[in-house]
């Protein structure tokens, strides 16, 4: 067994036990957290499964969609919020998880927003983080909650399982700045822990079945980064496939097909879905962050996750996995 892993088990509990602790607390979306570890360590991860891993708004659903345009060969037709289910959300109830992804015979691929050590972690799966600026996921955040529909609790409480019934967080301060100061004050709040996630992951981005991918590299060299990605979990590519799995990978192709991609269903968001993809891009706060609170992020950010991982999540610059 490798070094690496033999690290994750060594800690692993007690890690888990502390960041379960403190997403109890922080987390609006209910008790589902303990999704994925417990469908894990009962379910068997099968070969080759890919787990694709994140923060909230860190580009989740694009790598998503990347991948299932990598597995399925450009097929615009599949439906990722469908079949790539968010198995550590308290929505839908966990039994119902179970049996979509135990009846699917293609290969899986499965979402977490858990830290690496609060896994059961496998040496038979692929895994693939996506990394973002933490300013730029606030902002996001605070987009993504404006998103929400009105109506959304009411539209997802019937028929809800007590244990699968997901709490709709409620619209943000009109400030985001404010936004800002709470979620970076308050460690993610009114979500999860941000640097823990962060923190781990970066921390076995050397083993061989873990990539780290950043939302800025896919957002200005998606040919590339596709490419990567395609060559990691071991998906030949044809030649003639490569426009078509692209173009299905677009923020426009995505936002207008979004009833294919949100997460929870249409229902929780405006627009028909289409108000979950909000712009697409980096650097939105930039101009309107004060520079002293900019200044306090930085710092904050080298002190959790040490310089040369906070220049990756800053711009995605000095990671090695750029070589595989």
Same mark, same amino acid.
């Given at each position: 067994?490798?070094?690496? *892993?033999?690290?994750?088990?060594?800690?692993?509990?007690d #890690?888990?036990?502390?960041? @379960?602790?403190? @997403?109890?607390?922080s987390?609006?979306?209910?008790?589902? %957290?303990? $999704?994925?570890?417990?469908? %894990?360590?009962?379910?068997?991860?099968?070969?080759?499964?890919?787990?694709?891993?994140?923060?909230?708004k860190?580009?989740?659903?694009?790598? &998503? &969609?990347v991948?299932?345009?990598?597995?399925?060969?450009?097929?615009?037709?599949?439906?990722?919020?469908?079949?790539?289910?968010?198995?550590?959300?308290?929505?839908?109830? =966990?039994a119902? =998880?179970?049996?979509?992804?135990?009846?699917?015979?293609?290969?899986?691929?499965?979402?977490?927003? @858990?830290?690496?050590?609060?896994?059961? !972690?496998?040496?038979?799966?692929?895994?693939?983080?996506?990394?973002?600026? $933490?300013?730029?996921?606030?902002?996001?955040?605070?987009? *993504?909650?404006?998103?929400?529909?009105?109506?959304?609790?009411?539209? @997802?409480?019937?028929g809800?399982?007590?244990?699968?019934?997901?709490?709709?967080? +409620? +619209?943000?301060?009109?400030?985001v700045? /404010?936004?800002?100061?709470?979620?970076l004050?308050?460690?993610?709040?009114?979500f999860?822990?941000?640097?823990?996630?962060?923190?781990?992951?970066?921390?076995?981005?050397?083993a061989?079945?873990?990539?780290?991918?950043? !939302?800025?590299d896919?957002?200005?060299?998606l040919?590339?980064?596709a490419?990567?990605?395609?060559?990691?979990?071991?998906? +030949?590519?044809?030649?003639?496939?490569?426009?078509?799995?692209?173009?299905?990978?677009? !923020?426009? %192709?995505?936002k207008?097909?979004? #009833?294919?991609?949100?997460? &929870?269903?249409?229902?929780?968001? =405006?627009?028909?879905?289409?108000?979950?993809? *909000?712009?697409?891009?980096?650097?939105?706060? &930039?101009?309107?962050?004060?520079?002293?609170?900019?200044?306090? %992020?930085?710092?904050?950010?080298?002190?959790?996750?040490g310089? /040369?991982?906070?220049?990756?999540?800053?711009?995605?610059?000095?990671?090695?996995?750029?070589?595989?």
């Amino acid at each position: 067994m490798c070094v690496w *892993h033999c690290s994750i088990a060594s800690r692993s509990w007690d #890690a888990r036990q502390r960041y @379960l602790r403190l @997403l109890w607390r922080s987390c609006v979306w209910g008790r589902g %957290y303990l $999704g994925l570890f417990l469908v %894990y360590a009962t379910k068997p991860y099968r070969d080759g499964d890919i787990v694709i891993a994140s923060y909230a708004k860190a580009g989740t659903t694009f790598l &998503q &969609q990347v991948v299932a345009q990598l597995l399925f060969a450009g097929d615009e037709a599949v439906e990722i919020s469908k079949i790539s289910p968010w198995l550590d959300s308290v929505y839908p109830d =966990k039994a119902t =998880k179970i049996k979509l992804v135990e009846a699917q015979s293609h290969r899986r691929f499965l979402k977490t927003h @858990l830290p690496a050590d609060a896994l059961v !972690f496998s040496e038979t799966a692929k895994y693939i983080y996506i990394g973002r600026d $933490g300013r730029d996921i606030a902002w996001s955040l605070h987009a *993504h909650q404006a998103a929400v529909s009105q109506n959304a609790q009411a539209l @997802l409480d019937p028929g809800a399982n007590p244990s699968g019934r997901l709490r709709v967080v +409620p +619209p943000p301060p009109a400030s985001v700045i /404010e936004y800002f100061n709470d979620w970076l004050e308050k460690n993610g709040h009114p979500f999860w822990p941000f640097w823990e996630g962060v923190r781990s992951w970066w921390a076995i981005r050397n083993a061989p079945n873990v990539l780290l991918v950043h !939302f800025s590299d896919l957002l200005e060299n998606l040919p590339g980064e596709a490419q990567r990605i395609a060559d990691f979990i071991g998906t +030949p590519i044809e030649e003639s496939q490569w426009d078509r799995i692209l173009s299905h990978c677009a !923020f426009d %192709y995505m936002k207008e097909n979004a #009833a294919r991609y949100v997460p &929870q269903g249409t229902g929780l968001w =405006k627009d028909g879905g289409k108000a979950f993809f *909000h712009q697409g891009r980096n650097g939105r706060w &930039q101009g309107l962050l004060p520079a002293e609170t900019n200044q306090k %992020y930085q710092q904050l950010a080298i002190d959790e996750l040490g310089s /040369e991982c906070a220049r990756w999540l800053a711009s995605g610059e000095c990671h090695p996995s750029r070589q595989r």
